[in-house]
């Protein structure tokens, strides 16, 4: 738990209504706290698979003979189960936040807080850093991530603000990039305005859209029928891609009709939307912002 506090532990876990022989994967390993929960309520025969590929993360992995940690990206959740025979799961649970590890190490530059070099990688082998997209992207390209990836209205002076001043001298590190902006960080807001500043960035960085979106494409096929999906996710964006592919099975447009004119989906929402009470949020503020929803294969 010192490496990362899990969010709705208890929660995501029992959603995915375990049995005790079933196979389950940890889509998103971190520091395996959603992982030992899910061994606890699995049997013998039991499976559990997890996949993270930061290299931090990968030393929490769990000495156990029903467990499996698959150094990779769960974007590729469906090809790498199957060099493990693996093709039909009975229960996949993603939790999509950056780990508190991450956010408090202030060399991996997640953190706003902390002064460190401009990074942000989940995966650093990964060619593509905080540092370009800093130091590289055009003006337009620039101010399109803040405005996609972070809501950012002032995305356009934000960036011509950026490209500015690393005419002068490279942005090497988080505190660089703040210098470079300030005079357009509100008052009183700046902390929330570098928040979404540096969401965008590290969205950017790791693809984070286009990884959801992969991975939940691949979800149907890999469940057994009223195998279940627990999601956990912590801003709109994520939220929106989630309970829009839980209620299509896509992402834009509507899904087929069958000839009786219901739509055809191959997931149904369980329950309710699920958010962190107030007493794990006075624990752990950066449960405030999650949500978890469960959806079940038909």
Known sequence: MSYHNPVLLEESVRQLAIKPDGIYVDAT?????????????????????????????????????????IPENFRFIKRFLRLYGVKKVDGILADLGVSS??????????????????????????????????NTYD?????????????????????????KARTEKKLKSTF?????????????RENKVMAQVFQAIRIEVNQELEVLKEFLLQVPDLLNKKGRLSVISYH?????????????????????????????????K???LIVPGKEEIKNNNRARSAKLRIAEKI
């Open 236 to 268: 709109s964006l994520e939220d929106r891609l989630v309970k829009r592919f839980i209620r299509n099975g896509l992402f834009e447009g509507e899904p087929e009709r069958d000839m009786y004119g219901n739509f055809q989906v191959p997931l149904r």
């Open 176 to 188: 660089d990039l703040k210098s470079a902006i300030q005079q357009y960080l509100p008052k009183g």
């Open 101 to 134: 590890h991450q956010f408090d190490s202030s060399q991996r530059g997640f953190s706003t807080r902390f002064e460190g070099q401009l990074d942000m990688r989940m995966n650093q082998e990964n060619s593509l850093s905080a540092y370009e997209v800093i």
């Open 29 to 69: 390993f971190g520091g395996g706290g959603h992982s030992g929960k899910i061994l606890e309520a699995l049997g013998e025969k039991g499976r559990l698979f997890a996949f993270d590929t930061d290299v931090e993360a990968q030393a929490n992995a769990i000495a156990d003979n029903r467990f499996v940690l």
């Open 139 to 163: 003006e337009t390209k620039l101010a399109d991530v803040l405005y996609q990836y972070g809501d950012l209205r002032s995305s356009r002076a934000l960036a011509r603000s950026i490209v």
């Open 270 to 272: 369980v329950g309710k």
